[in-house]
C-alpha cells in the first residue's frame, strides 16, 4: 500500500545509504519487496539497474534491522492477550523471515504469550499452502478440528486454513467481502474476538 511504501522510504531516508537507495525506495515498484527482498534482495535491485550483490546484501541487512524495531500492535492486541492466555495454547505462524521475526516478537512483547513461533523457513513451504499448516499442527501437538487460525490476511491466513480443514477467524477492520466462502468468524475490532472465545 501506498502508507507502507511511504513509511518504508521515510524510514530508509534516515539511513546511511546513498542515493541509489533512495532512488530504488522512491519508485513505485518498491512494492515488490515482499517478493524479493532478503535472500532474493540482489534480483530485486536488478531490475534498477544496480548489479552489485555486497550493495544489494547492504540494503537488505539495512532493512531487516530496521524491521525489527517497528513494533506497533493494532489496538487491543495486549488486552486481548491477556484475555486469551490463560484459556488457549496459541503459537504464531508467519512467513517472515527468521533474521526478524523473533526480533519482532521479542521487541513489541509478544513472546510470553506465545508457546511455539513457526515459520516458513522451518517449514520449507509459505502460507497459504495447506502444507505449512499440517507442519504447524504437527509442531504444536494440535488437533485440526481443535485449532483456529487468527489472521487478517484473507490468502495466507484465512484461505490456508479453510483450504486445510482448521477452522478461522478473520480479523477485518476494512470489512472487505469475503471471496468464495465465508470464514468461520469474522470480526471487525480485537475486543469482539473475546465474545466469541
Request: with cysteine; charged share 25%.
Amino acid at each position: 500500500s501506498t502508507k507502507r511504501i511511504l513509511g518504508l522510504q521515510s524510514h530508509f531516508k534516515k539511513s546511511t545509504l546513498d542515493n541509489q537507495a533512495i532512488a530504488f525506495i522512491n519508485s513505485w515498484k518498491f512494492f515488490a519487496f515482499s517478493v524479493f527482498w532478503g535472500k532474493n534482495a540482489q534480483l530485486g535491485v536488478r531490475e534498477f539497474g544496480i548489479n552489485d550483490p555486497a550493495y544489494a546484501k547492504k540494503l537488505s541487512d539495512d532493512f531487516l534491522e530496521r524491521t525489527t524495531f517497528k513494533t506497533n500492535l493494532v489496538d487491543g492486541t495486549m488486552e486481548l492477550l491477556e484475555y486469551l492466555k490463560p484459556k488457549y495454547n496459541m503459537h504464531i505462524l508467519s512467513n517472515g523471515f527468521r533474521e526478524v521475526q523473533y526480533k519482532k516478537i521479542n521487541n513489541s512483547g509478544l513472546k510470553p504469550y506465545f508457546d511455539k513461533v513457526i515459520l516458513s523457513d522451518d517449514a520449507g513451504i509459505n502460507k497459504p499452502h495447506p502444507d505449512i499448516f499440517t507442519y504447524a499442527l504437527k509442531n504444536t501437538h494440535s488437533l485440526r478440528d481443535e485449532t483456529l487460525v487468527i489472521g487478517d490476511s484473507w490468502d495466507a491466513d484465512i484461505l490456508g486454513a479453510y483450504n486445510s480443514g482448521i477452522h478461522q477467524l478473520w480479523f477485518n477492520p476494512e470489512e472487505l467481502h469475503p471471496k468464495g466462502f465465508i470464514p468461520t468468524y469474522c470480526v471487525k475490532t480485537l475486543n469482539e474476538i473475546k465474545q466469541i472465545l
